[in-house]
């Protein structure tokens, strides 16, 4: 089945600065990467997601890259604010077709203002 | 509208109670999860269901019954839980399989506290 491995497991930056998140995955069959944020006492919400197809997506501060040859994909969050801080979790489906998603670890993001 | 509704927020029970989780969507959506989480950690699949009809169980409990009344309705039955069994419990819904890259709404959850 699916594994995922995120690092860091918390990282702090400085107001303004960016932040990057890395997570692998073992099934080279998926072909679907979700990145959610859960605020504390919140639900987690899709920022951004990338299919197999396309190396690197962005919206506005926000990018993930891809790279199916090495099976890891990354977060990439530009100058940072506070409101950005939360716990940030990657995920890939287990299988091409299958109905399981297999998240990361997740990551403590504190954005210093 | 994405939004998939999740009732009660909180739920306090005893150990010897019998409560009821409820989950809602009305995006047509044919896959729903129902998700445990404890603070800070991801959130661990426990049933999913597609087209009504459950698909996986990651070997949870019995005292945890889900129902899919309809394609809108997901229930969790839970029955004589352990506090060990306090937790967020997250739905969540997408519009078919996440391995075909649809993608997955979370309710706001249920706040379960076992005394």
């Known amino acids: 089945g699916e594994n995922v491995e995120q690092h860091p497991s918390t990282l702090s930056v400085q107001e303004g600065d960016s932040a990057v998140i890395k997570c692998t995955y073992s099934d080279s069959a998926s072909n679907y990467f979700p990145w959610y944020k859960q605020e504390l006492g919140k639900r987690p919400q899709l920022i951004i997601d990338i299919r197999s197809n396309v190396g690197e997506k962005k919206d506005q501060r926000i990018a993930v890259t891809l790279n199916k040859t090495a099976k890891h994909f990354s977060l990439h969050i530009t100058e940072t604010q506070p409101e950005d801080s939360a716990v940030y979790f990657c995920?890939?489906?287990?299988?091409?077709?299958?109905?399981?998603?297999?998240f990361g670890a997740g990551t403590i993001l504190r954005v210093k203002s | 509208d994405t939004e998939v509704t999740q009732t009660p927020k909180h739920l306090v029970m005893g150990m010897t109670n019998k409560k009821s989780l409820k989950c809602e969507q009305h995006?047509?959506?044919?896959?729903m999860y129902w998700y445990k989480q404890k603070a800070k950690k991801p959130p661990e699949l426990m049933f999913v269901?597609?087209?009504?009809?459950?698909?996986i169980n990651e070997s949870v409990p019995s005292r945890f019954s889900p129902e899919c009344p309809n394609s809108s309705l997901l229930n969790l039955h839970l029955h004589a839980l352990q506090p060990e069994d306090s937790a967020l419990y997250l739905c969540?819904?997408?519009?078919?399989?996440?391995?075909?890259?649809?993608?997955?709404?979370f309710g706001a959850g249920t706040r379960l506290s076992v005394l």
């Open positions: 969540a819904s997408s519009q078919d399989r996440v391995g075909a890259k649809n993608i997955q709404y």
């Open positions: 995006m047509g959506h044919r896959a």
């Open positions: 269901y597609s087209y009504e009809k459950l698909s």
């Open positions: 995920a890939a489906p287990q299988g091409e077709y299958g109905n399981k998603l297999v």
